[in-house]
């Protein structure tokens, strides 16, 4: 490329890699359809590959970047295509709902895959002003994201997840599609917030503590993990084995579990 993407020199410390295959972004946008007036956020805009676009059809859009050698590039290449506010700082110390104005907000990112699952359980905690997030990321935690109960890809991140959102993986990005290409393969996914039945009046901080005990590790029964929790007898209550695991419960399994006294 001749435009000033080309000089930009991609940075280890931020994970970067950048999307350039011009059919992905175009199928990119076909699935998030923005639409005029949305409050769009999009995290770790880098070049502007999907900026730009999302802009053309929505008209405003916000972003975040870390990098600061990257917004004014931004900035200068978003001049005509819309209303574009950047705003510089790491997304994890961002309040999302400050920034929907009153809006469902819609999420956006090729998010950087060595902090990916920090920031979706940041966006997690703003999900009831959340409509709906469209991610890029590696193939793997998308796996784990959509995962079912008895797998090896089955654990925290899945039950966390299916428990706030509805998980639709979209379809796989090869490595080629970014520069510099990463070892890995890409995926799309969209998470819609839909709390889980039963979720309503659960200590979310018990819940949280139970699901993080259960997966600490693997091999454990649920009388081991849970120890200093829940004891034998009130798991088998409620009508769980105290010697299964955890990767064999489902998300409705551990609310019944957080219910528990």
């Not at 000033?4 to 931020?14: H, L």
């Not at 998030?32 to 999302?54: D, K, M, R």
């Not at 409509?131 to 995962?147: C, G, I, Y």
């Not at 259960?214 to 929790?229: D, E, I, M, P, Y």
């Amino acid at each position: 490329m001749s435009d000033w993407r080309s000089q930009q020199r991609p940075k280890k410390r931020y994970g970067q890699h950048f999307l350039h295959h011009t059919d992905i972004v175009r199928r990119i946008i076909e699935v998030i359809n923005p639409q005029p007036g949305e409050a769009l956020l999009e995290i770790g805009p880098g070049e502007g590959v999907l900026t730009l676009p999302l802009l053309q059809r929505c008209a405003a859009l916000t972003v975040i970047e870390l990098d600061l050698d990257l917004i004014e590039p931004l900035r200068s290449r978003a001049h005509d295509h819309g209303s574009l506010k950047i705003i510089h700082g790491d997304v994890l110390k961002t309040d999302l709902s400050a920034l929907a104005d009153g809006r469902p907000l819609r999420v956006v990112g090729n998010l950087p895959y060595y902090i990916s699952s920090p920031i979706l359980f940041h966006c997690l905690q703003y999900a009831a002003r959340i409509q709906d997030m469209h991610f890029m990321l590696q193939r793997e935690v998308v796996e784990r994201m959509a995962a079912s109960p008895g797998g090896k890809e089955y654990g925290r991140l899945s039950v966390m997840l299916q428990l706030a959102c509805r998980v639709e993986p979209l379809f796989t990005v090869p490595a080629e599609a970014f520069r510099p290409p990463p070892k890995v393969e890409s995926a799309m996914v969209r998470l819609i917030p839909q709390r889980a039945d039963g979720l309503d009046g659960v200590d979310i901080a018990r819940l949280e503590k139970i699901v993080r005990a259960g997966f600490s590790q693997r091999r454990k029964t649920l009388t081991n993990a849970l120890r200093g929790l829940l004891d034998a007898d009130a798991i088998r209550a409620i009508g769980l084995r105290p010697e299964a695991r955890a990767e064999t419960l489902s998300p409705a399994d551990f609310i019944r579990l957080a219910q528990l006294p």
